[in-house]
């Protein structure tokens, strides 16, 4: 079985000797950008990056083609090596080479001035991924109704300990908070009913180093290894969760944000399966899994993680 990883650990001279094999292309420059490899050729500049998660690579790559047929264009191609492989295998892991996006950064986390445009370039993306036939999915790519089910593990587990004895103040005051949490966003779900939006193929790695803003205000999204299909709901609460909690969940940005990517003026109390994805969000169903197994710690990242989540209720609080 290949061993995969994120970073490309090889040395520069080694990932030059290995584009230049398997591509037609001569290397001018290479130098190590976070996890990949920023390769300067002859023909243009690309990334050099390890395979994590990606051995569907030719589905992905499907999806990509899909994309840019469909003239969404602010996504990075995948290269293809000279035997038309997308792959390259070499000392027991995989590696790809992809299009390095020119004249574009990353979102600036301390400002809101992209939101907007963010929430236009996620809802096309979305709208052309969500017709692609159901049978083409990979299976480990198909994560319907797995957040529904983990919340409804989560309140089995709930009922469980509701008489449990705890031992700290710190105990008593976790498990109340996520008592009234799990059971908030179980309230909506039954009150609201199913997500107003069609499933799509979502990108699911919406933190800032993935959202690119060119000088025409366009933002481009890059690294679709975590591609999965779900209510689209998972992509803007994860872009929501890294990038709002920095900013105490400032109402008018968030109605911005959801306006431009519905098309019309829309706030979160508009969207209340959104609300209850927040409400119990990935994170914190894997912390009261953590508690719920006496593994959570008394330490300064679960108070501040408790405490960014506290910040979060005045969204829901009347």
């Not at 690579?57 to 000279?82: A, N, S, V, Y």
């Not at 892991?93 to 979102?107: A, H, K, Q």
């Not at 499933?199 to 690294?223: A, F, Q, R, Y």
């Not at 400032?250 to 829309?266: N, Q, R």
Request: charged share 25%; hydrophobic share 35%.
């Amino acid at each position: 079985m290949l061993k995969i990883h994120v970073d490309v650990k090889l040395p520069a001279s080694r990932v030059k000797e290995l584009v230049e094999y398997h591509y037609t292309l001569i290397v001018k420059s290479i130098s190590k950008v976070r996890a990949a490899y920023r390769v300067e050729t002859d023909q243009g500049v690309f990334a050099f990056k390890n395979a994590y998660k990606l051995q569907d690579i030719d589905f992905i790559e499907k999806m990509i083609q899909t994309l840019h047929r469909q003239g969404f264009h602010r996504i990075p191609k995948i290269i293809f090596c000279k035997d038309h492989r997308r792959l390259i295998s070499y000392a027991k892991e995989l590696y790809y080479l992809e299009e390095w996006l020119p004249n574009v950064t990353e979102v600036n986390r301390n400002k809101m001035n992209w939101l907007t445009p963010a929430g236009e370039t996620l809802s096309e993306y979305h709208q052309i991924l969500a017709k692609i036939p159901l049978d083409i999915i990979p299976k480990q790519r198909d994560s319907t109704g797995k957040w529904e089910a983990k919340l409804q593990k989560s309140l089995r587990r709930l009922q469980k300990i509701c008489k449990r004895t705890f031992r700290t103040d710190w105990e008593q005051t976790l498990y109340s908070f996520f008592h009234d949490r799990l059971l908030y966003a179980q309230n909506l779900l039954e009150s609201s009913g199913p997500s107003p939006f069609s499933p799509t193929l979502c990108h699911g790695s919406l933190h800032h180093e993935n959202i690119m803003i060119d000088p025409s205000n366009k933002v481009w999204l890059i690294d679709y290894e975590r591609m999965t299909w779900e209510d689209p709901t998972k992509d803007l609460a994860q872009l929501m969760e890294y990038h709002f909690p920095s900013h105490d969940w400032p109402k008018a940005p968030i109605e911005e944000f959801l306006s431009s990517y519905c098309g019309t003026s829309v706030g979160l109390d508009d969207i209340p399966y959104l609300k209850a994805r927040l409400a119990a969000s990935s994170k914190l169903l894997r912390n009261f899994r953590a508690f719920y197994q006496g593994e959570i710690e008394y330490d300064m990242q679960t108070i501040n993680w408790l405490k960014k989540e506290r910040a979060k209720e005045h969204l829901w609080s009347r």
